[in-house]
């Protein structure tokens, strides 16, 4: 079992930057993969970034379109915290982001992590 955590939203405006973190609990968190999760007022929620574990501790990160070249995520296993990178925010980039983990490396195409955190909230004004 393992407990999610995020921080960082907040209001800023378009073409600025905001740093999400998202805190880890578990002894076995350097191998879950992680995946930034993007639900837009009235929208469906949307991976937007997926942390794959390879399976040699090395990790590869798959981008949805909408935030490929703006958005980067990151982790620190030492701290278990997973990062999420946005720069050149747009008003559509508005909404709750989570952070989700599971074992199963779902990437981009599933929303069946087994882990989530509450989410935090970014708005972004033009």
């Known amino acids: 079992q393992v407990q999610l955590a995020e921080s960082g939203g907040g209001s800023v405006q378009a073409g600025t930057s905001l740093r999400l973190s998202c805190v880890a609990s578990?002894?076995?968190?350097?191998?879950?993969?992680v995946s930034w999760i993007h639900q837009g007022p009235g929208k469906e929620r949307e991976v937007v970034a997926a942390?794959?574990?390879?399976?040699?501790?090395?990790?590869?990160?798959d981008y949805a379109d909408s935030v490929k070249g703006r958005f980067t995520a990151s982790r620190d296993n030492a701290k278990n915290t997973v990062y999420l990178q946005m720069d050149r925010l747009k008003p559509e980039d508005t909404g709750v982001y989570f952070c989700?983990?599971?074992?199963?490396?779902?990437?981009?195409?599933?929303?069946?992590?087994?882990?989530w955190g509450p989410g935090t909230q970014v708005t972004v004004s033009s």
């Open positions: 942390i794959r574990w390879i399976g040699t501790g090395t990790y590869i990160t």
């Open positions: 578990g002894s076995t968190f350097p191998m879950y993969h």
């Open positions: 989700a983990a599971d074992l199963s490396s779902y990437g981009l195409r599933s929303m069946q992590y087994g882990h």
